[in-house]
C-alpha cells in the first residue's frame, strides 16, 4: 500500500535556526511528491512538488525540499525560520499513472517558531 | 484560494440529519476532490469528479455521496450523519488536466460538527 510518514508531530525551532520538516514515503512506481503548508482556519496552501529533475527543490516563502531516492524521503527545509512559519505541514505524494490525481497526505507535522 | 469557494463555512448538526456541503469554483476546472481532515490522519480523499456526472470513490468513502450537475459545483452529501463525520472538509481542484503532475488547489474548508 502506498502511503507517506511523518515521522514528528511538532518541531520547534529558534528564529533565525535552518529548520527541517521530515517526510518518508512508500509507493511502488515513481513518486510525485508535494508540500503543503495550513495555517489555522485556513486551507491548504501550496508550497513546492517534486516531479523529476534537480533533486533540490525550491518553493514559495524560501522553503526547499530534497528528493532522495534511496532514502525514499522528502524534507521540506528553510536556512532561517520565522516565526511567521509557524504552521502546520503536509506532505503528499502521488504515483506517476495513478490517472485520477489522487494525493496521499501525511498525517501533518506542527511548526512552531520561537522568537 | 485558487477561485474556490465552499459553503457553509461552519455547521452543526444532529445525528440522523441529512447534510450537503458545497464545493463552487469558478475557471471550469475540470478535476475537483473533497478531503476530510481529522488529526493524526491528515487529508483523505472521499470522492473525486473528472467531469460533470464523472465521479469516483476515494479511500473514506463510506456514508458519503457526491453530485456534480454543473462544472462548477461539487456537492458532497452525508446522507445520514453520524458523529464519526464530525471533520473538518476540503474541496481541492486540479488546475491543469487532472495528470499526476498537476498540483491541486484547495479551498477554504468547512468544519461540520454532528452531535
Known amino acids: 500500500a502506498q502511503s507517506v510518514a511523518q515521522p514528528e508531530d511538532q518541531v520547534n525551532v529558534a528564529e533565525g535556526n535552518p529548520l527541517t520538516v521530515k517526510c518518508t514515503y512508500s509507493?511502488?512506481?515513481?513518486?510525485?511528491l508535494f508540500w503543503y503548508v495550513q495555517y489555522p482556519n485556513r486551507g491548504l496552501q501550496f508550497l513546492l512538488k517534486y516531479i523529476t529533475g534537480d533533486n533540490l527543490v525550491k518553493g514559495s516563502y524560501g522553503f526547499e525540499a530534497e528528493f532522495n531516492k534511496s532514502q525514499t524521503s522528502f524534507h521540506l527545509k528553510k536556512p532561517s525560520a520565522l516565526v511567521s512559519d509557524s504552521a502546520l505541514y503536509f506532505c503528499?505524494?502521488?504515483?506517476?499513472?495513478?490517472?485520477?490525481?489522487?494525493?496521499?497526505f501525511g498525517q501533518g507535522t506542527t511548526l512552531q517558531v520561537k522568537p | 484560494d485558487a477561485g474556490i469557494t465552499q459553503s457553509p463555512r461552519h455547521k452543526v448538526t444532529e445525528t440522523g440529519t441529512p447534510v450537503t456541503l458545497r464545493c463552487h469554483q469558478t475557471e471550469n476546472h475540470r478535476y475537483m476532490y473533497w478531503y476530510r481532515q481529522d488529526p493524526g490522519h491528515g487529508l483523505r480523499l472521499i470522492h473525486y469528479s473528472y467531469g460533470v456526472k464523472d465521479t469516483d470513490k476515494g479511500e473514506v468513502s463510506d456514508g458519503y455521496s457526491v453530485s456534480r450537475s454543473k462544472t462548477e459545483d461539487f456537492l458532497l452529501t452525508l446522507e445520514s450523519a453520524t458523529s464519526s463525520q464530525t471533520s473538518v472538509y476540503f474541496c481541492?481542484?486540479?488546475?491543469?488536466?487532472?495528470?499526476?503532475?498537476?498540483?491541486?488547489?484547495f479551498g477554504p474548508g468547512t468544519r461540520l460538527t454532528v452531535l
Open positions: 509507493v511502488s512506481g515513481n513518486p510525485y
Open positions: 503528499a505524494v502521488r504515483v506517476a499513472s495513478s490517472n485520477t490525481g489522487k494525493l496521499i
Open positions: 481541492a481542484i486540479s488546475l491543469l488536466r487532472g495528470a499526476d503532475t498537476d498540483t491541486q488547489y
